[in-house]
């Protein structure tokens, strides 16, 4: 009689748990038990307190901020083992990707070699002017690590240093406020440092409200060991590079600076051919400029100035008890509420309460909001 299909089912069960496992090739996960764990005192930063080896970092600012000359002028010092903006440089080989302004950069290094009195000098510094898709892995990624080792291999020392200058050029049309997209950029990003060990350095643009940082989706910001905002100090002629983000430093760091017009030679035409030098601020100017700079807000903090400010514009009133003569102010009440109405739509009560009230604390202890017998104005 021939077998049922649950018979058969049965017996095909069987035969299965009875063949032998497959050997599947798995390669072990590091471990490290407790009692191993050591400290690790050796300096992983080349550039004292700004970038670590086999990082990952960001330097974005608004367009003519000057963050191309700033990075331009750090790389050349890392390739050089010359110390830069009084901070100790551990010598390593640069590859600078430039994706845009090709004889603009051409210039800028051949004025600092000048300058520095370089013009027989080899240093282990090389350029790529081409352009370059970062978003698929199987595209220039590849090609780029091969470079970066060849130069490693022609310098004799490793590359410590590659900057991809811009992030928007090597982004292939992707978009960056899209987390697959920029997540896309990350993995290769990862990937450039973990087969090369060098520190990969994005130049960056800011987003439309530069209070927010680089421009695109926060994964990129998530993944970064160091940040730098770049930008130009309103009425004078100093720019300013700020760390305001530092995974395993202290942040806050300011580099004040100025660009310094230097005449290459002329043209075909007669007409001078001009490029820009970094040159350090004085001590007192820096300090200037550290002292000026705002506080930066949280989302919450940033999200309540904005409603004071519109409410006060609105409906704001002087002449109150406790305010400033002069001042408008509206009640906190109204504050409060269009906090939570616009921040806040949605979230429980509870949830607004807290983020409003840290908010508001916050504010009135940098003494950027004021507050009295139920009013509140901006200081």
């Not at 070699?113 to 000098?121: E, H, K, P, S, V």
């Not at 060991?225 to 130009?232: L, M, N």
């Not at 100017?285 to 903090?301: I, T, Y």
């Amino acid at each position: 009689m021939p077998d049922s299909g649950l018979d058969m089912w049965a017996k095909l069960r069987t035969a299965v748990a009875a063949a032998p496992t497959p050997a599947v090739d798995r390669k072990a996960l590091p471990t490290l038990w407790f009692e191993e764990i050591q400290p690790c005192l050796d300096a992983q930063d080349f550039v004292q307190g700004v970038l670590v080896e086999g990082g990952s970092a960001v330097v974005y600012g608004e367009s003519n901020a000057g963050k191309t000359f700033w990075t331009t002028d750090l790389a050349l010092h890392v390739a050089a083992g010359i110390s830069w903006m009084g901070r100790r440089i551990e010598q390593g080989g640069v590859v600078y990707c430039v994706l845009e302004g090709g004889t603009g950069f051409r210039n800028r290094v051949s004025a600092w070699r000048t300058d520095r009195g370089m013009d027989d000098a080899h240093i282990p510094f090389v350029a790529i002017p081409a352009t370059l898709n970062l978003l698929d892995p199987e595209a220039d990624t590849p090609r780029l690590i091969d470079a970066i080792k060849a130069a490693a291999e022609r310098m004799g020392i490793p590359v410590k240093l590659v900057v991809i200058d811009t992030l928007a050029r090597a982004f292939a049309g992707g978009n960056e406020n899209a987390s697959e997209d920029m997540g896309l950029l990350v993995r290769n990003m990862d990937l450039i440092r973990a087969e090369t060990g060098a520190c990969v350095l994005f130049v960056h643009h800011s987003g439309k409200d530069q209070a927010k940082g680089a421009r695109g989706h926060s994964s990129l910001r998530a993944a970064l060991d160091t940040e730098i905002e770049v930008r130009a100090e309103e009425g004078s002629d100093l720019k300013s590079a700020t760390t305001v983000k530092q995974r395993e430093m202290k942040k806050g760091d300011v580099f004040a600076f100025r660009l310094e017009t230097v005449v290459l030679g002329q043209n075909r035409h007669g007409e001078d051919v001009t490029t820009c030098l970094v040159m350090p601020a004085t001590e007192g100017e820096a300090q200037a400029v550290g002292a000026a700079r705002p506080p930066r807000l949280s989302g919450d903090q940033q999200a309540a100035m904005s409603v004071l400010n519109d409410v006060i514009a609105a409906s704001g009133q002087p002449g109150h008890n406790g305010t400033p003569a002069g001042t408008y102010s509206v009640p906190e009440q109204w504050w409060r509420d269009r906090f939570y109405d616009r921040a806040k739509p949605g979230a429980p009560q509870d949830t607004k309460k807290k983020a409003f009230a840290r908010a508001a604390e916050a504010l009135v202890a940098r003494r950027m909001v004021g507050m009295d017998r139920g009013r509140v104005w901006i200081a």
